[in-house]
């Protein structure tokens, strides 16, 4: 795969945080001089909410952090860096200085070639986030799923804080229903000829039913036919192997680091 193509994949990772400070309220976001920082509706610090980005690989490591830094520290807030690993080594290097080890690392996958649209299973039904009520329900299932990833279940609430956000041009969101009952979700982030695969999750009751895996060839369907050269995503333990078989491949890590809030 070409760097090309695996900077359009970077930029649709920044572009989730600029989207996800928008679903958040309150939620504060800031990009100056090739560093993102945002601060989110609490904080709870992870990947999409009191987090820090590098935009410009020109900006010295030490720079980034010492920003970084004096941002969250005026916030009262400890704050995640995401660090991916071959783009920012520089990154990595300064932070495993201080002291600190990654506390998530996730593969960042990316696709060329668009997948089929699948067939839906009989007794499935499948809705588009084309109201508040298929982002709650897709937020219902996420808050249930994501708890086997240690997420509590009214953090993920959180980042869907403003559900009128999701229904939006740059958001393609499915919600999989089984006897009326939301089971599935998976939703495309759309940033120019790249788009994001993101909150993909199953309930309980549901899981290997195939729904999830199902979701995600919707959206990453939805990615390429919206005109994306590529589709990306940051993969979980548990998503990683149904990826490779719809023909991710991995290009990058995507590490987090984090920093306690000031004594």
């Not at 030490?62 to 970084?68: C, D, G, N």
């Not at 759309?190 to 060839?217: D, K, M, N, P, Q």
């Not at 005109?227 to 990826?243: D, H, M």
């Amino acid at each position: 795969m070409s760097p090309s193509i695996q900077n359009i994949a970077d930029a649709n990772l920044l572009q989730a945080i600029r989207e996800h400070a928008r679903w958040q309220e309150p939620s504060e976001c800031v990009e100056q001089d090739g560093v993102l920082m945002m601060a989110g509706a609490n904080a709870f610090p992870g990947v999409f909410r009191n987090c820090v980005a590098r935009t410009d690989g020109r900006i010295p490591a030490a720079e980034v952090l010492a920003r970084s830094q004096a941002f969250f520290s005026q916030r009262g807030r400890g704050f995640a860096v995401l660090v991916r690993g071959r783009r920012d080594q520089d990154l990595v290097e300064a932070l495993q200085a201080e002291g600190l080890t990654p506390l998530g690392d996730n593969p960042c996958m990316l696709i060329e070639m668009p997948v089929a649209e699948p067939v839906i299973p009989a007794g499935i039904r499948i809705e588009r986030f084309d109201d508040v009520a298929r982002v709650q329900d897709a937020m219902e299932i996420s808050a249930e799923a994501y708890e086997a990833l240690r997420l509590p279940a009214e953090e993920t609430r959180v980042f869907f804080g403003k559900p009128e956000a999701l229904v939006s041009p740059q958001v393609i969101g499915f919600v999989a229903y089984r006897d009326d009952v939301p089971v599935s979700t998976a939703l495309t982030i759309l940033s120019g000829e790249g788009a994001g695969i993101y909150w993909v999750g199953t309930t309980a009751a549901a899981r290997r039913s195939g729904l999830g895996e199902l979701c995600t060839r919707l959206a990453t369907h939805a990615g390429f036919a919206s005109g994306a050269r590529v589709v990306t995503l940051q993969a979980s333990p548990y998503g990683e192997p149904i990826y490779q078989r719809l023909g991710y491949q991995t290009y990058d890590r995507l590490l987090r680091y984090r920093y306690p809030a000031p004594a």
